[in-house]
């Protein structure tokens, strides 16, 4: 059964109100409070709480405006509609950046409308069940993280949703939660149409089908829902609302991939606080080294099993390394994974291809399919501990005698 949605229909012209009334309620959504507009309609908002809110955008535009970013301010889990005749770019950008989970134009059939009364039951049913705990994530979520610029943070990222969507066996969404720069679309080579901060606010009463419109999906078979272009939109996005976006898609996708920035901020204390596993990312260079460390200790501190910490150690050159045990005994946590230093890496890089899907087979590339399969939960790709086998005794020689041959390093990776 759904439960009751109390819903407030604000626009100023009386004929249109009711036009739009009638299409709603022959959609079975019944309109409880009509309004004109303007401090009538925001001392309704602040009074009564509808659960939907459906405003007509008119000139002058700002008026409707004033409503919306009321609204969304103050009743961030409501749901917000917009509609009017006219329609620009311009337009349906400011709607969406003021929270506006629909905008209806043009004809205003009865169809559109139709529409919005499923998703405003669906939002109802979804939070009906939300607030009685039915409704639980089933896929895992992977939180990469990295207290360093440079280190090959997204590139993981990147390269194990490539992986586990090439492999065919797993679902999954990438989603760039990173406040600083954002670079998983440059690096996948795909155009932003929506963002996270865009999605994030109306995360709890998406539907399936509207919240894979809204997604990019990348030839290996990978969702994406990319960071914003402009970091100032990170201030809309609380990190409840974050954690709310994360839940929602791993109810749709067996792995949730989560990117994030080179320093630990609220925003990747939300994700990880929801996820299932961590990939904690460093290099060899001595400051990567420490904030690795701090950031072990940061992860055991917040009770997370040793086990769902996997640290996965990148070299991102040829040069001499330390050796595992070094690393690990500076970091204070085993290295799950190694990624050697593969020149098809910076190659796949700039041609804004994942090595997994550029170059199959090659070194760096068959450890990140193994790391995809470790966090997704699949068997191993064969092949790998040979990999890494031959790679550690390069790195073994070379701590031995001081050197290794020019051609020796080259085979290794």
């Not at 970091?331 to 799950?336: F, K, L, Q, R, S």
Request: aromatic fraction near 6%.
């Amino acid at each position: 059964m759904t439960p009751h949605l109390v819903t407030l229909l604000v626009d100023s012209d009386e004929l249109s109100r009711e036009m739009v009334r009638r299409r709603l309620e022959q959609a079975g959504l019944e309109v409880t409070l009509e309004r004109p507009g303007g401090l009538a309609a925001q001392q309704t908002i602040a009074e009564s709480h509808p659960d939907v809110i459906i405003v007509a955008v008119e000139p002058p535009i700002q008026r409707a405006l004033q409503v919306i970013d009321f609204a969304r301010a103050l009743l961030p889990g409501a749901m917000l509609v917009a509609y009017s005749r006219e329609w620009s770019p311009h337009l349906e950008r400011r709607l969406l950046q003021a929270g506006v989970n629909d905008f209806v134009h043009g004809s205003l059939s009865r169809e559109r409308f139709i529409e919005v009364a499923a998703r405003a039951r669906a939002m109802a049913i979804r939070r009906a069940k939300l607030a009685s705990d039915e409704i639980a994530p089933v896929g895992r979520v992977v939180t990469v993280v990295g207290q360093k610029g440079g280190i090959g943070k997204t590139t993981t990222s990147t390269n194990l949703a490539a992986a586990i969507a090439a492999s065919g066996q797993r679902s999954v969404l990438l989603i760039d939660l990173d406040t600083r720069f954002g670079d998983v679309a440059i690096m996948l080579d795909v155009k932003p149409e929506y963002t996270v901060s865009e999605v994030a606010r109306e995360a709890q009463y998406l539907d399936r089908e509207v919240f894979h419109r809204v997604l990019l999906r990348h030839e290996s078979g990978a969702y994406v829902l990319p960071a914003p272009r402009d970091y100032r939109s990170w201030l809309n996005c609380t990190p409840e609302e974050i954690q709310r976006l994360i839940r929602f898609a791993a109810t749709l996708f067996d792995v949730v991939i989560c990117d994030t920035p080179g320093t630990y901020n609220d925003v990747v204390g939300a994700a990880v606080e929801v996820s299932d596993r961590v990939v904690a990312v460093t290099s060899t260079d001595p400051a990567s080294l420490k904030n690795a460390a701090l950031l072990v200790e940061h992860l055991r501190m917040l009770g997370r099993p040793e086990d769902a910490l996997l640290v996965t150690l990148v070299h991102g050159h040829g040069e001499a390394a330390p050796r595992r045990e070094e690393v690990e005994f500076v970091i204070g946590h085993p290295v799950n994974f190694e990624v050697p230093f593969d020149p098809a890496v910076r190659k796949a890089t700039q041609a804004g291809v994942p090595v997994v899907c550029y170059r199959p087979g090659a070194p760096a590339a068959r450890v990140f399919e193994a790391l995809a399969a470790a966090v997704a939960g699949y068997p191993p790709p064969p092949g790998e501990r040979e990999v890494r086998g031959r790679f550690f005794g390069v790195f073994g020689r070379k701590a031995r005698h001081g050197g290794v041959k020019p051609g020796r390093e080259r085979a290794a990776v």
